[in-house]
C-alpha cells in the first residue's frame, strides 16, 4: 500500500446529495478554503440520487405551509422525539433552498399561474413538490461544483477520522478502492454526507445489492463517526419502508397518493388513511399482513388512463428507470390488476426514520470539528431537500470553524494501525471472503432483529454477531475493490451491533413497527420520552444512554399527540 499524503481545511465525505452542497456553501462561505469532496465512487453518479429524484417530499413552500405547521407535522408523526430546534433550522431554510435549486436549473412542477404546484400526502399538512426532470440532479451538482472550484477525489473510501488529544477532528484516512494506495487527509474538519446505512438486513430476494436504499450505503459514516467518539441517536428507530414485492424500490403510494392511488388490503380495501411513511403507518400494513386480509397491494386500476400515464411517467423514469422493465416483465399493469407489495428490509436513515449520527441545529456532532447532514444525520424525515438544507448549513458552520482554528497535528500511531487494519486482508491467501462475511451478518439481522422485536432473539443476535467479528478477523480479499467489500463488511457488523444494543436499551414501543417490542409492547413516556445516545465507551464497548428532548418551541395539542396512531380506515359493521 503506498502512502498518500493531502491536507485540506475541510474535507467532504460523500458526493450524493448533501456533500455537494456542504462543499459548495463553504466555498461561497470562504473561497480561501482548501475543500475536498471525496467519494468511494464517483461523484458526477454517486449516492442515492444517482439517477435522480421523482420530487421533494417535504417542501414548507410559504401559502402552502409554515415552518411551525411542518414541526408540528414531524413532532407528531416521530412520537414526540425530536430536537424541534433541528427540524426548524431544516423547515426555515426550505424555501429559500428550493428556490435556489430552481436557479441552477432545478426543475420543479408549477401550476398555471407559475406558483410551485404542491400536493398533500401527509397527514396534516401539504409540502409534496414534484420534479418532473428529476433525473437531472446529478450533472446540476457537479455544475455547481466546478464553479466553486471545490477539489473532487474519486474512488476513494473513507475508513476511519483521526482526532487529536482533545477529541477533535484532525484528518480523515482511507484508501483508493482501485489501486489500494492509503490516503491520509490531514484536515481542520470534517462533514460526513454518506447517505443511509441500507445494507444492515437482507432484502426477501437475497441479493445483497437488492436493497431498498442506494447499496452503496453500507453504514461507512456511522462506523467512522462511532469510532471518532461521536454519539449515534435513536438507533432503534430502525427504517421499514412498503416496497414492490421482489423489486428494490419504494411501492409509491406516496407519490401515487395525490392522483388518487393508495394502500390497499387483498379485497381491494383502504385500510389505512395516510400512505406518508411513519412507523405507526408500517405497523398498520404489518398487522394487516399478519390478519388474513393480505397481500397488501398498490392499488391504482380505479384511476383515468392519463392519470395512470401520468403516474407511470413519474415513476419510470427519475430515480428507478428499471421499475417499468420490472412490471413489464412480470406482466403488471397498473390499469387491470393492483401490484403487490411488502416490507423492507431494515436500515439506519434519518431521512424515513429518526435514526443517525447525533447533530444539533447547526448540523455539528458531538465531535469538535465534525458535521453531519443527510441520511446519516439526526434529523428525522429530512428525504433529499433535508440533505440540501443542512447540508448548506454544515458548509457555512464548518467554514467558520476552519477560520477560527490553527492546523492540526496528526497522530502517526492512529495512522499505521489504520493502515495496517486496512492491508491485513490484501495480505492473506485464504480465508472468508466478505460477501462471505456480510451475507451472514445480514442473514443473522433478519432473523433476530427484524421487528417485532424480542429481548431473548437480540439477545442471541448479539452473541452470533461476536462470532462474525471474530471470523472476520480472518477476512480475505484479493484485490482493492474486495477489499473495499471487506471495509464495508465491518461497518455492517458494527451497524448491525449498533442496532441491537439501542433496540434492548429501550424497554417499550414506540415509531409503530420501527421499534415494536414484544417484551414492552406499550409506550411509556414517563419513563422513555427520551433519546437515546450510543458511542464508544472508555473500554472500546458500545454504552448506552438518555438523552432529555429539548423544550419544544412549537407546542403540540394534547388531541394533536396521537394523531397518527388514528391511521387505520375503521369499518362500520354491515346490518345484519
Known amino acids: 500500500m503506498k502512502r498518500i499524503d493531502m491536507e485540506f481545511d475541510l474535507v467532504v465525505i460523500g458526493g450524493g446529495t448533501g456533500g455537494p452542497m456542504a462543499a459548495v456553501k463553504a466555498k461561497e462561505k470562504n473561497p480561501k478554503l482548501k475543500v475536498l469532496l471525496i467519494d468511494k465512487a464517483h461523484v458526477k453518479r454517486s449516492g442515492a440520487i444517482s439517477m435522480g429524484m421523482d420530487g421533494l417530499n417535504n417542501a414548507v413552500i410559504p401559502g402552502h405551509a409554515t415552518p411551525e405547521q411542518y414541526v408540528k407535522e414531524i413532532t407528531i408523526a416521530n412520537d414526540g422525539i425530536v430536537d424541534q430546534a433541528a427540524v426548524m433550522a431544516y423547515a426555515a431554510n426550505s424555501f429559500d433552498m428550493i428556490q435556489e435549486l430552481d436557479r441552477w436549473g432545478v426543475k420543479f412542477e408549477k401550476d398555471e399561474t407559475g406558483d410551485y404546484a404542491v400536493r398533500k400526502v401527509h397527514h396534516l399538512g401539504s409540502y409534496v413538490l414534484p420534479m418532473p426532470e428529476g433525473h437531472h440532479m446529478k450533472k446540476i451538482l457537479y455544475r455547481q461544483l466546478k ?288 460477501f462471505q462475511i456480510e451475507y451472514k451478518t445480514r442473514r443473522l439481522v433478519n432473523d433476530y432483529l427484524q421487528p417485532p422485536k424480542i429481548t431473548r432473539k437480540y439477545e442471541i443476535g448479539l452473541r452470533r454477531f461476536d462470532e462474525v467479528r471474530e471470523d472476520a478477523q480472518a477476512m480475505l480479499a484479493t484485490n482493492p475493490h474486495e477489499l473495499m467489500r471487506a471495509m464495508e463488511a465491518m461497518s455492517i457488523i458494527d451497524c448491525a451491533e449498533m442496532a441491537a444494543r439501542s433496540s434492548m436499551f429501550r424497554a417499550e414501543s414506540r415509531w409503530g413497527l420501527y421499534h415494536y417490542c414484544v417484551d414492552h409492547p406499550e409506550r411509556d413516556d414517563a419513563n422513555w420520552f427520551c433519546h437515546t445516545l450510543l458511542s464508544k465507551g472508555a473500554d472500546g464497548s458500545m454504552t448506552m444512554a438518555k438523552k432529555a428532548v429539548e423544550p419544544y418551541i412549537v407546542p403540540i395539542d394534547d388531541e394533536e399527540r396521537d394523531a397518527y396512531q388514528r391511521l387505520r380506515v375503521e369499518r362500520k359493521a354491515e346490518a345484519a
Open 147 to 434: 464553479r466553486a472550484r471545490v477539489e473532487i477525489t474519486n474512488r476513494v473510501v473513507v475508513t476511519r477520522l483521526l482526532t487529536g488529544a482533545n477529541g477533535e477532528v484532525t484528518g480523515v484516512m482511507g484508501f483508493d478502492c482501485r489501486t489500494a494506495d492509503f490516503y491520509v487527509i490531514r484536515c481542520k474538519a470534517a462533514v460526513i454526507t454518506t447517505g443511509a446505512a441500507g445494507r444492515i438486513g437482507l432484502p426477501a430476494s437475497g441479493y445483497l445489492m437488492g436493497t431498498y436504499e442506494n447499496p452503496t450505503n453500507s453504514g461507512d459514516g456511522h462506523a467512522m463517526a462511532y469510532h471518532a467518539g461521536a454519539a449515534l441517536a435513536n438507533l432503534e428507530c430502525f427504517q421499514i419502508n412498503p416496497l414492490i414485492k421482489d423489486y428494490n424500490g419504494p411501492a409509491c403510494a406516496y407519490v401515487t397518493g395525490p392522483f388518487g392511488g393508495y394502500t390497499a388490503n387483498a379485497r381491494g380495501e383502504r385500510f389505512i388513511e395516510c400512505d406518508y411513511w411513519s412507523g405507526q403507518m408500517m405497523l398498520e400494513f404489518h398487522r394487516e399482513l399478519q390478519s388474513g386480509n393480505g397481500p397488501v397491494f398498490l392499488k391504482l386500476d380505479h384511476l383515468a388512463e392519463e392519470t395512470i400515464s401520468e403516474i407511470e411517467h413519474i415513476l419510470h423514469s427519475n430515480e428507478r428507470p428499471s421499475r417499468g422493465r420490472f412490471h413489464d416483465k412480470r406482466g403488471n399493469d397498473y390499469r387491470k390488476q393492483m401490484i403487490e407489495m411488502h416490507i423492507s428490509e431494515i436500515g439506519f436513515c434519518s431521512g424515513h426514520s429518526a435514526s443517525g449520527i447525533w447533530t444539533n441545529a447547526r448540523g455539528e456532532t458531538s465531535v469538535p470539528g465534525l458535521y453531519a447532514a443527510g441520511d446519516c444525520a439526526s434529523v428525522p424525515h429530512n428525504y433529499m431537500l433535508g440533505a440540501f438544507v443542512y447540508g448548506r448549513i454544515c458548509g457555512h458552520n464548518a467554514a467558520e470553524y476552519c477560520g477560527a482554528v490553527a492546523d492540526r497535528a496528526i497522530d502517526e500511531g492512529a495512522v499505521a494501525a489504520e493502515q495496517a487494519r486496512v492491508s491485513a486482508p490484501l495480505q492473506r491467501s485464504e480465508g472468508p471472503t466478505p
